[in-house]
């Protein structure tokens, strides 16, 4: 029920409670997904594109899968996919599009904050208090 | 075709195409997916423990959802489930188990490198170059 002492300032851990402090809603599923982000991954480290072949290589994936995966980013409009030749052979190329490579860079400014909070948390010594009292394994 | 020069040094960029250099392999699904990423941290960053309902709301889950990832995650070995009693009620408390703390923090190492890759691919400038030439919208 509410009382008339709920103004007064919230210590921390309530407001870590009450917040989704840990819901990291900016890691979006088509962005998230292992195989889609080492595929962004790769074309954020390649401006000029990357051939389909070498883009499997690096993120080892199969033919099949890459190709639906980057249907996925197409659709989301993450990447462009360009056909053209190369020495005579038809090739396909994948570069991010300017909105996809502000959405990675968001996605991944998400990222920063998921590492940063284990750091801090790595730098706590884990102890037993209290909250352990009367509760013992399910 | 081989040729007597292959022996000699590979360029960095050679390297990348050669290596799986943007797969993640570290990326375990069952630490990755974004709700189980979000109950991992919390867990993280609460050493004693976090009772569900608190969990719930840091992770903006539903009850429903909620359960299920622990389901996963205790299955895989990495958080622990408590039954117990605070102020004569039922509550449950979950912690993350040594090995899950392990996983995490070398799932979140794993995490750190996609991020140093965005950085150093950020620190570039986008430019064109011959790699486009001859190649049009899919």
Redesign the interface.
């Known amino acids: 029920m509410a009382s008339k002492n709920e103004s007064k300032p919230t210590p921390k851990a309530e407001r870590?409670?009450?917040?989704?402090?840990?819901?990291?809603?900016g890691?979006e599923?088509v962005l998230?997904e292992?195989a889609r982000?080492?595929?962004l991954?790769?074309l954020?480290?390649h401006?000029?594109?990357l051939v389909f072949n070498?883009l499997k290589?690096?993120?080892?994936l199969t033919d099949g899968n890459l190709s639906r995966q980057l249907q996925v980013l197409q659709e989301a409009g993450l990447v462009?996919?360009?056909?053209?030749?190369?020495n005579n052979r038809p090739?396909?190329?994948v570069k991010l599009t300017p909105d996809g490579?502000e959405r990675?860079?968001e996605y991944?400014a998400v990222?920063?904050s998921?590492?940063a909070?284990?750091?801090?948390?790595?730098g706590?010594?884990?102890?037993?208090?209290r909250?352990?009292e009367?509760?013992?394994?399910?």
Not at 16 to 25: E, I, L, M
Not at 134 to 138: E, H, L, R
Request: proline content about 3%; some cysteine.
């Open positions: 870590d409670r009450a917040t989704g402090r840990y819901a990291y809603d890691l599923r998230h292992r982000l080492s595929i991954s790769s954020a480290s401006a000029d594109g070498d290589t690096m993120c080892t462009e996919i360009l056909k053209g030749y190369k090739q396909t190329l490579r990675f860079l991944i990222l920063e998921v590492v909070d284990a750091a801090a948390a790595a706590k010594s884990p102890r037993r208090s909250a352990l009367g509760f013992s394994p399910a």
